[in-house]
């Protein structure tokens, strides 16, 4: 039964993805993914489950469907992350593996029904080199995808750190969880034992519709971005990991003298505006406001300050948050609330930020500023 149940959401889920709205490639990405993840379930419980073998001309077509599902888990994390460099015109080289295994295991297929079921009711005789091979096959090439899954997620977050002051809404933390999902359903192939790893397939199918309830966007009609995110988005392209900032800037037509007067433009804008309050200042605004190129502005905050855009901004915030804790009149606010007028919309990132500037965690500086403040009240500023 729970077989049958987690093929029937796998169906519903692909039904609701290729009914939205405006879906993006990645929505058709998903879509797919989710409707052989369905035919997987189905099969495994016709042929293997009932054991009744009514459909003898199904048996052996859910053996390479394995291969691709870490492929299409590739796909999914390269288009929602925008990294499709790799795949392009050629993506269908990545269903190559799964083609040739059906084309392996075509005789197979194409014997007598009595031969098929013989040989399904004594576990695969005279298969056993072939079902070895797909095994083998299927640990090894999903594992690399999973590895280039993470590198590609590790990667996006280090690119929006770089454009955007605000990231819990694109870091795409969720699909952390969707990458260990599909590590567990393989996992459990190393204990052998089908009933298990079918049943971890529809605990993974479970996790991804509570995923797409609780991530807007992901069986909803997707909702265009503002235009100063989108601009930003566009320009993570340009955007490489910190680890490649000497070769990034070799080529940069970027002066030293006007360099250093663009740091003091910015110092002084920051200052004067205090652009930093607002919760979703991106890289593209500030080098609209500086009417400088986004590559000139990132390159000052890299090599000038040393730190990415999001660090930049956020770093400024908690300075600015102990400034007004400093302050006597702010004692009746809460924490929180000045964290929030300062720009972070976040307690999690307002924490995490806080934490790494100051060494503190937000109690723990409140704890030492009312042993250290003579006009810090006992009873004034609260965590929340």
Request: glycine share 6%.
């Amino acid at each position: 039964m729970i077989f049958t149940i987690g093929a029937g959401i796998a169906f519903f889920l692909t039904f609701l993805l290729c009914t939205k709205k405006n879906n993006t490639p990645a929505d058709k990405i998903l879509a797919a993914w989710m409707g052989v993840t369905g035919l997987h379930l189905m099969l495994f419980y016709l042929n293997s489950v009932t054991q009744r073998y009514d459909y003898p001309f199904l048996l052996g077509l859910e053996l390479p469907l394995p291969l691709v599902h870490g492929a299409f888990l590739f796909f999914y994390v390269s288009h929602l992350t925008r990294q499709t460099t790799l795949i392009g015109r050629f993506w269908g080289i990545h269903f190559l593996p799964s083609m040739l295994a059906y084309a392996a295991i075509m005789p197979f297929i194409m014997a007598p029904s009595s031969y098929k079921i013989y040989v399904f009711q004594h576990q695969g005789i005279g298969y056993e080199g072939l079902m070895l091979t797909l095994y083998v096959a299927m640990l090894l090439l999903n594992t690399s995808y999973i590895l280039a899954s993470l590198h590609r997620l590790k990667k996006h977050r280090k690119r929006i750190r770089e454009a955007f002051s605000s990231t819990e809404k694109i870091n795409l933390y969720w699909l952390q969880y969707l990458i260990y999902g599909l590590s567990a359903v393989y996992v459990t192939t190393l204990l052998g034992n089908d009933y298990w790893i079918y049943g971890m397939t529809v605990v993974f199918v479970l996790l991804i519709g509570y995923l797409g309830i609780h991530q807007v966007g992901i069986f909803l009609p997707t909702v265009p971005a503002p235009a100063a995110i989108a601009t930003s988005a566009d320009h993570l392209a340009d955007l490489n990991d910190a680890a490649e900032d000497k070769k990034k800037y070799a080529k940069s037509g970027l002066s030293e003298e006007t360099a250093a007067q663009l740091q003091q433009d910015l110092s002084r804008l920051m200052g004067q505006e205090k652009l930093f309050t607002e919760a979703e200042l991106t890289l593209a605004d500030l080098a609209k406001r500086l009417s400088v190129h986004p590559n000139y502005l990132s390159q000052v905050i890299n090599e000038k300050e040393g730190m990415n855009f999001y660090d930049y901004v956020n770093t400024q915030r908690v300075e600015a948050l102990k400034t007004l804790l400093d302050d006597p009149a702010n004692q009746k606010y809460t924490l929180l609330g000045l964290a929030y007028q300062c720009g972070f919309n976040s307690k999690s990132a307002f924490n995490r930020q806080f934490r790494k500037v100051t060494g503190y965690s937000p109690s723990e500086y409140l704890q030492r500023l009312k042993k250290d403040s003579p006009t810090f009240q006992d009873a004034a500023i609260g965590i929340c």
